[in-house]
């Protein structure tokens, strides 16, 4: 009788195997059943991050056109900024304050300090690319700004996600997109804003979607409609694409992520590659 061994000499060819091989045959076993009401909420850390692009574009737009000065800015962002501070502790009771140890003190000496250096640095950052084309920093600012997209942290656990790199490249296109304003303090507002909408408003979301799902949901919504209306006055036509890619990624994609896992037939059985399930590390000492 036929043995799946090695290191016995059978009457049997190398590649022989017998009826009982398939015996072992199992199919999904990793697989995991999603629900569309869960993909869909799941997709809405993408979607925010595609209306907080847009709002940055579109806020840099109106800058560019005269149309909003860098004092109504900053005073929006400001007050946007104090009130996002006192959720993000209200949401859940100030644990995650006394569990990090830091103080509301040093919160204030780190956003003077960025706020110092920004400010003092402004005139550097809009001279930085005048000898580079407009049309060049429009190219490494809108690559900057999908690899920031591409690299955010979104929840999964994947080897390309690096939420370090995708800050960087998101401030690296802000400051290409200010050195294009008009003025020093034009410049010195947009680095504050994208800081704030690229850094500090992340991890609000983040907090909401873990204590508060419901909240959660609600300020997806209401930041996507805020997105859409301010791109809406810039572009008619780009509102409606941006509201088509919208939906495709919140409603679509989940119910062909569904579907699609009806068609999942991974198969494992005695050909897989062996698992050492043993404690090895007495062998380590």
Same mark, same amino acid.
């Given at each position: 009788?036929?043995?799946?061994?090695?290191?016995?000499?059978?009457?049997?060819?190398?590649?022989?195997?017998?009826?009982?091989?398939?015996?072992?045959?199992?199919?999904?076993?990793?697989?995991?059943?999603?629900?569309?009401?869960?993909?869909?909420?799941?997709?809405?850390?993408?979607?925010?991050?595609?209306?907080?692009?847009?709002?940055?574009?579109?806020?840099?737009?109106?800058?560019?056109?005269?149309?909003?000065?860098?004092?109504?800015?900053?005073?929006?962002?400001?007050?946007?900024?104090?009130?996002?501070?006192?959720?993000?502790? %209200?949401?859940? &009771?100030? @644990?995650?304050?006394?569990?990090? =140890?830091?103080?509301?003190? $040093?919160? +204030?000496?780190?956003?003077?300090?960025?706020?110092?250096?920004?400010?003092?640095?402004?005139?550097?950052?809009?001279?930085?690319?005048?000898?580079?084309?407009?049309?060049?920093?429009?190219?490494?600012?809108?690559?900057?700004?999908?690899?920031?997209?591409?690299?955010?942290?979104?929840?999964?656990?994947?080897?390309?996600?690096?939420?370090?790199?995708?800050?960087?490249?998101?401030?690296?296109?802000?400051?290409?997109?200010?050195?294009?304003?008009?003025?020093?303090?034009?410049?010195?507002?947009?680095?504050?804003?994208?800081?704030?909408?690229?850094?500090?408003?992340?991890?609000?979301?983040?907090?909401?979607?873990?204590?508060?799902?419901?909240?959660?949901?609600?300020?997806?919504?209401?930041?996507?409609?805020? %997105?859409?209306? &301010?791109? @809406?006055?810039?572009?008619?036509? =780009?509102?409606?694409?941006? $509201?088509? +890619?919208?939906?495709?990624?919140?409603?679509?994609?989940?119910?062909?992520?569904?579907?699609?896992?009806?068609?999942?037939?991974?198969?494992?059985?005695?050909?897989?590659?062996?698992?050492?399930?043993?404690?090895?590390?007495?062998?380590?000492?």
């Amino acid at each position: 009788r036929w043995q799946k061994v090695l290191y016995e000499r059978q009457p049997f060819p190398d590649n022989y195997v017998d009826q009982r091989f398939l015996e072992e045959l199992r199919k999904n076993v990793h697989a995991r059943r999603y629900r569309y009401r869960a993909v869909v909420f799941q997709s809405g850390a993408v979607v925010q991050q595609l209306c907080s692009v847009c709002v940055f574009v579109v806020t840099w737009w109106y800058m560019d056109a005269g149309m909003l000065s860098p004092q109504g800015l900053f005073g929006a962002a400001l007050v946007t900024s104090l009130l996002g501070y006192v959720l993000f502790d %209200a949401v859940d &009771g100030g @644990a995650g304050r006394r569990e990090s =140890g830091r103080t509301r003190w $040093a919160d +204030l000496k780190s956003t003077l300090v960025f706020a110092a250096f920004t400010y003092g640095f402004s005139p550097v950052l809009k001279t930085l690319t005048e000898s580079i084309s407009t049309d060049t920093i429009y190219a490494m600012s809108a690559l900057m700004l999908l690899g920031h997209l591409i690299f955010f942290d979104y929840g999964a656990n994947a080897a390309i996600v690096s939420s370090t790199l995708s800050l960087n490249m998101a401030i690296f296109a802000s400051v290409c997109l200010a050195s294009r304003l008009p003025r020093s303090l034009h410049a010195f507002v947009m680095v504050t804003f994208a800081m704030q909408i690229f850094a500090l408003w992340p991890m609000l979301q983040k907090k909401l979607k873990a204590r508060t799902p419901r909240c959660y949901v609600g300020v997806t919504v209401l930041f996507a409609l805020a %997105a859409l209306g &301010g791109l @809406a006055t810039v572009s008619s036509v =780009g509102a409606v694409l941006f $509201a088509s +890619l919208l939906l495709a990624i919140s409603c679509l994609c989940p119910y062909c992520l569904i579907r699609l896992q009806l068609l999942k037939d991974n198969i494992h059985g005695p050909w897989d590659e062996a698992e050492i399930k043993e404690d090895l590390s007495r062998f380590l000492m």
